[in-house]
């Protein structure tokens, strides 16, 4: 019950968004496509979601073994062991506040995801001229893509970009299970999660639907007319000659699954606003309140996951520009309305509260 009750807030949101997404699928005549119901079977995304957290935690095992057995040395290592794990750092007790994020986490993704896909279902992917316009306008007359070929347009540089933009998924994971099990602070720990499902549910998805567009990568292939950003897609296949260009296999990969009309996680196109670089600035957020030198580190990769969505295709630089205040004002707001509860302003969780940090 107390691991309930301290993610009782999230907990409530997980199942009013999931519960949202199947009337918004039924409304649409695709029930059958939306991969909640199905998502605790093997073939399914959230198996293979909890176990990226299972890697994650095995990982974190294995660093403290070889921090224990190689540098620490203890002279009674199994007795070191036992008291780190009940004593030290809590482990049972931080699993039980864990494990309801840990479940139903990757449940909100599949539905991020599913409702993902059912954006041309709700609007058209008609935008995308109007944001082509705003970008100009926005850098005097020019594409953003343009104005940073000088200074990214070589194929290891784009290969470097490219390698962080992937990394954002196994950082999304990362920080997701880091937060999940913290013990301190409450309220920061509630804020990153509903700041994240928030920003899942109104930007990656309202928003996304209201304001439906594909990007520059796949504007060509939908649009039917004259395509501004073919010199950027002929210069990511040339620097993919050079180095592997991850982008463009998984660009080919969305339009695929889009074509085939797939439901999973990862799938679906949409470029306004960017989820990247909203979920990338809120690991900003929370580590500067956790670690300033990690959160100078995250700010740097907001600011790369930004550049790299306009140099890799992804995005319209407007879509990351509209991000980033609103995941700001969603992260205050979130903010203040768990001020209201008093149970949060504790410096730790009420099962950890007078053990120690």
């Not at 939306?34 to 959230?46: D, G, K, M, P, V």
């Amino acid at each position: 019950m107390r691991a309930i009750a301290v993610n009782r807030w999230f907990i409530a949101a997980s199942l009013v968004y999931a519960i949202t997404g199947l009337i918004v699928a039924r409304q649409l005549g695709v029930a059958e496509q939306y991969n909640t119901a199905q998502s605790f079977t093997l073939e399914h995304n959230f198996i293979r979601q909890f176990m990226i957290f299972g890697l994650i935690g095995a990982a974190f095992v294995l660093a403290h073994l070889l921090y224990v057995f190689v540098f620490l040395r203890p002279k009674q290592p199994l007795r070191y062991l036992h008291e780190s794990f009940f004593e030290i750092n809590r482990m049972p007790e931080r699993l039980l506040v864990a494990l309801p994020i840990l479940i139903l986490l990757p449940i909100s993704l599949t539905v991020f995801s599913s409702l993902k896909v059912m954006i041309p279902l709700i609007h058209p992917f008609d935008w995308d001229p109007t944001f082509i316009a705003w970008d100009g306008w926005l850098h005097g007359g020019v594409q953003p893509w343009e104005l940073l070929q000088p200074i990214l347009g070589f194929p290891y540089v784009t290969q470097i970009i490219n390698i962080f933009y992937d990394a954002w998924f196994f950082l999304l994971f990362l920080c997701a299970f880091v937060m999940a099990f913290k013990l301190t602070p409450p309220r920061l720990r509630m804020q990153f999660f509903l700041t994240l499902l928030v920003s899942w549910s109104l930007l990656g998805n309202l928003m996304a639907a209201a304001l439906a567009s594909v990007g520059p990568a796949f504007y060509g292939l939908l649009s039917g007319g004259p395509d501004p950003f073919a010199p950027l897609m002929e210069y990511l296949n040339a620097a993919n000659e050079q180095y592997e260009i991850g982008a463009l296999q998984v660009q080919a990969w969305l339009w695929s699954a889009y074509e085939a009309k797939e439901n999973a996680v990862g799938r679906g196109i949409s470029a306004m606003p960017s989820i990247h670089v909203s979920s990338a600035l809120l690991f900003a957020l929370v580590w500067w309140r956790l670690n300033r030198f990690v959160g100078v580190l995250m700010a740097i990769f907001c600011a790369v996951i930004l550049l790299g969505s306009v140099h890799l295709g992804y995005h319209y630089a407007i879509d990351g520009y509209v991000s980033i205040p609103l995941t700001w004002l969603i992260w205050h707001v979130v903010g203040r309305l768990l001020d209201r509860d008093r149970s949060l302003d504790n410096d730790e969780l009420p099962e950890a509260q007078n053990r120690g940090s």
